[in-house]
Every structure is written in C-alpha cells, then in structure tokens.
C-alpha cells in the first residue's frame, strides 16, 4: 500500500506539502496540487482519515443513526440513507449507518465521545424525542430527517403532511368519495409519539373536515392480520365509508385480504391509497395501489447538506418541508352502490 511519503516522492514535493493537499489543512499552489493528486491516484493512495482527524480536528466522518424498524429497514428508509450519503460524498464526507440499541442515548454517548465523527444525522424523530437534547448539551453538531413537537433553531427537513393529507383528500373527494377512513400506524409507533404517525393523523382529519366529508379514524393494525381486523370492524360499524387511506404496507395486505373475502373489488367497492409509500411498493400490489411517495430522496440529501453547512457556519437554522407525491394507480375509482352490503 502506497504511503504519504510515497506520494510526495513521486510529486516532487516535502511530505508536509502532500500532505496539506491532501488534507486541505493550509492552501497549496494550485499546480502543486494537482501535481500531487495525480501523483496519489496513480498510486492508489487513500488518506488516513483518522490521522486527518487528529491533525485537524476534523475526520469529514457523519453518522446517521436511526432506531432500526420492527419490520425491518426497507425501500423507503433505505432511499434516505442512500441519499444522504450521496449528498455527503459530493461535499467530501463520508457517511457512517449506525442502527440505535435500545438505549439511544448511550448509543450516542457511545459514538460522539469517540471523536470520530464530526456530526450527527437523525432519522425516525419522535414528538418528544430525547436525542436531540442531549447532542445539543453535548455541543454535537446535528440536523434531522423529521422534527420534534417544538424544534425551535433545529436544522430538519420532514414531510409536509399538511399539504400531503389536503392533496389525498382533494383526490378522494374529486372522485367523488364522501366518507374516507384513515388507518394510522401501529398501536406502538402512535403510542411512543412517533412524529409521522401523530403529525399524518391529525393532518388527514383536518384536511376531511375542511373538504366538508365524513372521516373515520382510530385505526391503527400492524400486521396484516390486524389489517383485515380493521378493515372488518370498520364496514360493520361504518358501512357509508368508500374511500380508505392506510400507513402500514402489511395492514394494507390485509385489507386487501378482506375486500376479497366480501365477494368485492378494488376500486369497484373501494378506493385504497397507501400513505407514506414508494410507488415501487405500490406497484408489488394487485391491482396497483395509488399511493402518496414519501420525498425520501430529496430529504435524505436535505438532511445530509444541513448537517455539513452547520459544520462550516453558524448561520440561521434551515427548516424544510416537502409534501408526498400522489402516485395515481389502479385502486382510485368513483364510488358506486356496493354488491353484498
């Protein structure tokens, strides 16, 4: 493996001078170090990002910690951390994926004293989430991808769900739906004040309100059985709804499972819409669910860049937020008297 040394060699110059090319540690001729950064990718040379740290304080390592999901990490959490890593690589960073443990703050605790990473990139942000606090008393840079109850001076960028929920509303309503349903997340994600599933429950029932149509909520399956659970309780105690709106990809599988075990067809006897969703996903459904894509990309390098510009400035905080794409599929459809009701 090539050294620093070697590099200079090659490049004709003092190791120090290398090295401050490399490093970016006091500025060098702009022919010398061009000279000196072909001369390292002609000998495969990769700087040691930990002696880079030491000597400037600074390792360019982020970390981007997130509680793992029960049901796993899938496509959409996925496209944020690949996104967030990408935005980083453009400004010369490296991204580090840590899954939290059960004690978060010691997990944080764990990582920021190593002094290995110069800032911290949170994901699945709660209402009242501890994190935060404790890497601002830590005086550890962060931003987040979702925000807290009251995020004050917080960098974030998160979904707007206001506009998300006005957009999935006008849609049912445009077809001419006058009752929709909304499932939330699991009875555990509402109940740990989980900020998607707060914030998604109370923007769907003030948009329904506001577009003057019934609305029905209080559902909240994690699975597929308590889906198709759901969906049963809900037509026997609310027959008049024709539109449902569902958070959780699995109690999607059962709703479609009860649907069909009623002797009726999506969207003939029901609008389904997935909240929350890649269209990928929606694609895997038969027939193809309309769904409202998560700006995951976009919000991934959203985080990533407020992170880096807080580590090289102290100017206002950046607060973003995005609304939900509405990926028409094959489950919308105008409501129509019901077979077997």
């Known amino acids: ?21 490399l490093n970016g540690t006091r500025p060098v001729a702009a022919a010398t170090k061009r000279r000196i950064e072909q001369a390292a990718a002609e000998l495969g040379y990769r700087p040691n990002l930990l002696a880079r740290g030491l000597q400037s304080k600074r390792t360019r390592i982020l970390a981007l910690l997130f509680p793992a999901p029960h049901s796993g990490f899938g ?3 996925m496209q944020f951390a690949t996104s967030a890593a990408e935005a980083a690589s453009e400004l010369g960073y490296h991204l580090l994926l840590s899954p939290e443990s059960a004690e978060p703050i010691e997990e944080l605790r764990h990582i920021t004293g190593l002094g290995l990473v110069d800032g911290v990139l949170l994901m699945e942000v709660r209402l009242d989430d501890e994190r935060p606090e404790f890497l601002s008393q830590a005086g550890v840079p962060f931003s987040m991808i979702g925000r807290t109850r009251e995020p004050g001076s917080i960098d974030y960028a998160d979904i ?59 559902f909240r399956p994690g699975s597929a059985e308590e889906g198709r659970a759901a969906f049963e309780r809900l037509i026997a105690e609310h027959p008049e709804v024709t539109a449902l709106a569902v958070m959780d990809d699995h109690a999607a599988v059962g709703v479609i499972a009860g649907v069909a075990a ?80």
Not at 1 to 21: H, I, P
Not at 202 to 209: G, L, N, S
Not at 275 to 285: E, K, T, Y
């Open 1 to 21: 493996m090539s050294s620093l040394r070697d590099v200079a060699e090659q490049a004709q110059v003092a190791v120090s001078t290398a090295s401050a090319a």
């Open 75 to 77: 496509l959409t959490e």
């Open 160 to 218: 707007d769900f206001a506009e998300t929920a006005r957009e999935a509303v006008a849609h049912v309503a445009g077809l001419g739906h006058r009752e929709l349903a909304f499932f939330n997340l699991s009875a555990d994600a509402y109940a740990g004040a989980y900020g998607p599933a707060i914030r998604a429950g109370e923007e769907f029932a003030a948009a329904a309100h506001a577009a003057g149509i019934g609305y029905v909520d209080g």
């Open 262 to 341: 009623r002797g009726w067809r999506i969207p003939d006897d029901l609008t389904l819409m997935l909240v929350l969703s890649s269209a990928q996903v929606a694609q895997m459904f038969h027939p193809k669910l309309t769904t409202l894509e998560p700006p995951s990309a976009e919000l991934g390098r959203l985080g990533a860049r407020m992170l880096i510009d807080r580590l090289q400035g102290d100017g206002p905080p950046q607060q973003r937020l995005v609304p939900c794409l509405l990926v028409a599929g094959d489950s919308s459809a105008p409501p129509r008297q019901r077979s077997g009701s």
